[in-house]
């Protein structure tokens, strides 16, 4: 786990640099939006698509990193978006995210449903330019994990089923779309940056797959064993009205899927070498992870 | 006038049913997200931005239709996203249009969120399919258009000035991002897939924005002298409130903007041959069409 800790420890603070150069300035018109784009996306996070993207990009061969970086960025820009938008008060409504005030709390509903569109839309600037010729392959790869059957998707089953009889086909249908549509994407493109081939690709997804569903059973159990207080969730909907595997199945049936997750995750890219250490690291870590 | 007529019906069914095949069918998962999206893309509309991006591909010289085609459809669905996301109550608070219930009001709030963000992911998809080796070129036009310094700046300027004095000079800038922006993109998009060079580009985009902000006055024009009756605006914010130039400086000064910009967008395309025809016909129709 020090690899890990250690890649962690000089990646994240390379793509938070990154991340502030790429957004546009907060002195820039129109200043409000861009000041709200800003403190969406810098205002924490783990930066863990980010890491995926790289190491897998690592696993398939590595080679140049200043592509593969901005397309990590790109992606991150993707995920703060959909952040922003299911925090609303028409999703989720959350008054607080990583200790401060949600977007829309900080800076009205309208600027925060702008942020995300202009977020979105500079997640695939951001991409694009990345990519040069490889833009045919990876905007397509980020636009179907973004889309009806990928994120907004797996939100759209979450916000129709709340308060529904928990249904673990259901569940998964969520988990899988909502989360690790774009895990997946993320080991995707770091391939396709490595200049790997279709098979890597391939096995490099299931892996992101899995452990995206790992991830999001992980933070449906700390949910769940360790509810946020009230002051910290605002008028946030209940936990226990969402679909999620530890309601439905219970905590300890959660935790063997996670860990079974967990092992498909490593058997998908057994056949890659040492390069892929980093990956097999996150999948333990992405199993082990507490609030 | 009757050569663009029997143009635009022509071109409009055929954008109709590519848009119905490119959409996600309403029987598949998630059925009302995909429904929702349907609703919102396939109730009417005049599908200006696709006759702009057709006719700037002809008049930049033509060739293989397919791609350009879904280009255009691409666009479309950003700007359909748009319109979904302007009607929300936190912004324009809409509850009528096109003589149908708003997407918020047949679906719920949280739907339409959902509406525009995979709109968008889909104007992305479609456009990096249809584009081809052309997807680096493409997806950075769309995407800047669309961003924070495009529709979505615009829209948070319009949204920010609210009430406030009205200013000849934010109301240029509005009308520039929120609304020729995408216009522009129309034309060199069109340009693009003819195989354009970067002079025609540019020409095409002088052209596009002048005949953007016709547009734009002209609907400013149409709400300021024949406003809606209240049932068909629901509780929309007063047209009064916004920025706009008949507001500004007047009917007939606003009149004369329009005039001049018309008259610019045209000499931006003097080089052009009668291959032009149809953006000529549709600059003059733009300054003239009526409620």
Known sequence: MDRLIQFLRELTPEIEKRLAKLLPFADQRPETLHEAMRYAV??????????LTLASFLAAGGGNRAGVVDAACAIEFLHAYTLVHDDLPA????????????????FGEGIAILVGDALQALAFETLAAASGDKASRT?????????SQGTVGGQALDLESEGGEQD????????KWKTAALIAC?????????????EKSARLGEYGEAVGVVYQ???????????????AKGASKSEAAKQTYPAAIGVEAARDLAARKNAEAKHAIR?????ALYLRLLADYLLERKA
């Open 91 to 106: 999703m989720d409504n959350d008054a607080m995210r990583r200790n401060r005030l949600t977007t829309h709390k900080a």
């Open 271 to 275: 056949d890659f070498g040492r390069e």
């Open 139 to 147: 905007v397509p790869e980020l636009a179907k994990a973004a889309g």
């Open 168 to 175: 673990p086909e259901l569940i998964e249908r969520i988990d």
């Open 42 to 51: 810098l205002g924490g996070g783990k930066r863990l698509r980010p890491a």
């Open 217 to 231: 059973i992980c933070d449906d159990l700390l949910d769940f064993t360790e509810p946020k207080p009230a002051s």
């Open 186 to 198: 993320c080991c995707r493109m770091g391939c396709i940056f490595a200049g790997g081939d279709d």
